[in-house]
């Protein structure tokens, strides 16, 4: 299994924040370099506790499709999207949201694990974790202007 631990500050409400990372809507823009678009499920807005969405991007030059259900939501600090369906063997990201004295840090801890034995760990670790920490990265980056302007 493969972990993943990033965090990041926004100074903007808490409610704000959280409700900006859970949003179908913005997720397709910050996730337009994998051209990533909801298929099923909750397409667009604010995907709640329970709810499921069918995602389809394109990583490492093939098209995926990937579907995920919000199996556990405690607003607005915390919340958890986990695979159904997918190419991972499992997919569990976490998401910690806590108020500190002038800011919103935000936790996204991603565990993984990858399929195919010794090749799926060996793709993990020359590629694909790269991948998802510059994705997630980029993806916080944005988020945060939006929430900061």
Do not use: C
Not at 56 to 82: A, C, R
Not at 87 to 103: A, C, G, M, R
Not at 105 to 129: A, H, W
């Amino acid at each position: 299994m493969t972990t993943i631990t990033i965090k990041t500050i926004y100074q903007a409400p808490i409610e704000t924040v959280f409700n900006i990372n859970r949003d179908i809507t913005i997720h397709q823009q910050t996730a337009s370099k994998t051209k990533e678009i909801a298929i099923a499920g909750t397409t667009s807005g604010l995907i709640n506790k329970n709810e499921t969405v069918t995602w389809k991007g394109k990583h490492f030059g093939v098209y995926l499709k990937h579907q995920s259900i919000i199996s556990e939501m405690i607003f607005p600090t915390y919340f958890v999207d986990e695979q159904l369906k997918g190419h991972f063997k499992s997919f569990k990201h976490q998401h910690f949201f806590e108020q500190k004295e002038k800011y919103v840090e935000v936790t996204d801890l991603l565990e993984y694990e990858t399929p195919y034995g010794i090749l799926g760990k060996f793709f993990d670790v020359l590629l694909l974790k790269k991948h998802l920490i510059q994705f997630i990265i980029h993806r916080n980056s944005i988020l945060k202007k939006l929430t900061e302007n």
